[in-house]
């Protein structure tokens, strides 16, 4: 100043008023700030770093003669340290939108990906990293088959989405390195130039495989509910039919029994003729009754585990005689034609003998229901020439058949053959019921093949002497 005088005094001028226009700013800032809080505490601490290091300015004084020089450097130092402690300690105070969005794609829980226009990967964030099982400096700068090299098949449906047109919630199936299968759900949206042009493609990414296997249980839940539910209607349905069908098999013997005592007592002179015959009416319809109650009983006993088993060693060829013995009579009223044959050499079965014969008898009594008059029923046995050698028994009508949708159900409690034409035949629907449960505990098993109008057969197996133990009964 004393060299330059008037010269230098329209930078005296500016310096000064930059000063006092900074200070009024920043006097201005501390002001308008509300009390206690970081902004006012930031803004003071700058007032005060300013207002320290313009005090430098006096130096200038020595130009004139006055040795205060180099009194400033020390307030310079003073501002120096003053400012170091505002930035560090107030630093985070400016959120700029670079500085904000870092920080949001840092803390995205889904990944980020942004591509460039020629399919390169520019930009991941952590979460990228982490779903994918990748350093960043292993898939940035890179293609996705040319980094993500364990999964190339998804690597591949990902450059082919991001050439694409925009996508939303696109499911895709990724391979992790450890060979687990992620469920991924995938969006992209295209960033343009103020040109118009693409610039870049922002694909994000969401691990939605805990969704989908939620989704699966719950549909899984779902369909067991409706199962269960269909059971219940069934159980249900099953219990009224029971109650119809039992309560109408009991009511029609007991009826008949009763009206012909009856009849027997009102009419003691009766002719001995008819006598005899009214009594072997109530004979029959007692062994009607008999058999309903025992059928009742005996697959309650099976079903409830209760059931006793006398296990031995069984002839087959004894099983089958016994049983066509027991239902010779009733075959003969009815016009059957009855044969039998047995392929040589049978072994013997470990067996219940007397379960084993219910079973035969329930199968040729449904064959004699569902067979008219003139019919034939054949028996036919066999072994099976493989390392276990079961025994099959096969039980052919000529009867008016089955339909197919109904071959399974007929062996259900109460289910009866779903043609029209069986509906006049009596009987309760047990037999097969049973004849499934005996044969099921002896490690066998049972089914029937049908032509409606030209007869059924009935096949069941049943393991030889020294294969196979009982079956566990299941409820």
């Known amino acids: 100043y004393p060299k330059s005088r008037i010269t230098s005094l329209p930078f005296i001028l500016f310096f000064f008023g930059v000063m006092l226009v900074t200070l009024r700013r920043f006097a201005t800032a501390y002001r308008g700030s509300a009390k206690g809080t970081a902004h006012k505490k930031r ?3 700058l007032l005060l770093g300013h207002i320290v290091t313009y005090l430098a300015s006096l130096d200038y004084i020595a130009s004139f003669g006055i040795p205060w020089y180099p009194i400033g450097y020390i307030l310079i130092f003073a501002f120096i340290g003053i400012s170091v402690h505002s ?28 591509f460039d226009p020629d399919g390169v990967i520019r930009l991941v964030n952590q ?53 687990a299968l992620q469920a991924l759900s995938l969006s992209t949206s295209t960033m343009l130039n103020p040109a118009g042009e693409p610039l870049a493609t922002v694909c994000v990414v969401s691990d939605i495989t805990d969704r989908k296997r939620v989704e699966q249980e719950r549909e899984q839940l ?33 009826t008949t029994i009763k009206s012909f005592i009856e009849l027997i007592l009102m009419k003691p002179n009766m002719p001995e003729e008819k006598r005899t015959k009214f009594m072997n009416t109530v ?57 039998t044959s047995f392929d040589a050499p049978l072994s013997a079965l470990t067996g219940d003998r ?55 159900l007929i062996f259900e409690k109460f289910q009866r053959s779903g043609d029209p034409s069986a509906g006049a035949i009596e009987g309760t629907g047990l037999g097969l019921a049973i004849a499934r449960q005996i044969v099921e505990y002896h490690g066998g098993r049972i ?18 002497a020294g294969h196979g133990a009982p079956a566990q009964h299941e409820l």
């Open 127 to 179: 979460a990228t990293c982490n779903l994918f099982g990748y350093h960043e400096k292993e898939i940035v700068n890179k293609r996705p088959a040319g980094g993500m090299v364990n999964s190339i098949v998804f690597a591949e449906q990902l450059e082919s989405i991001v050439r694409g047109e925009t996508v939303r919630n696109q499911e895709l199936f990724y391979h992790t390195r450890e060979n």
């Open 43 to 45: 803004a003071g601490t």
């Open 354 to 408: 007397d379960r084993l014969v219910q079973v035969v008898i329930n199968l040729l009594s449904n064959a004699a229901k569902f067979t008219p008059r003139g019919g034939a029923v054949h028996v036919a046995v066999r072994q099976e020439r493989t390392p276990d050698g079961q025994i099959v028994v096969a039980i052919s009508d000529t009867g008016i058949g089955i339909p197919k949708e109904s071959l399974e």
């Open 222 to 254: 779902i369909t067991q509910l409706q199962e269960a539910n269909r059971k219940l209607q069934a159980v249900d349905k099953m219990k009224s039919d029971f109650v119809s069908i039992v309560s109408h098999e009991l009511r029609s013997p007991l």
């Open 447 to 464: 089914w029937a093949e049908s032509e409606l109008g030209k007869g059924s057969t009935f096949t069941f197996t049943l393991p030889s």
């Open 283 to 339: 004979n029959t319809e007692t062994d009607r009754l008999r058999r309903l109650v025992n059928d009742i009983l005996d697959l309650a006993r099976i079903e409830a585990g209760s059931m006793k088993w006398k296990m031995e060693e069984v002839s087959v060829e004894e099983v089958i005689r016994d049983a066509v013995a027991s239902m010779g009579p009733l075959f003969e009223n009815k016009g059957l034609h009855m044969t």
């Open 87 to 114: 930035i560090r300690r107030y630093r985070f105070m400016a959120i700029t939108p670079a500085f904000a969005a870092r920080q949001i794609i840092d803390t995205m829980n889904d990944a980020l990906i942004v």
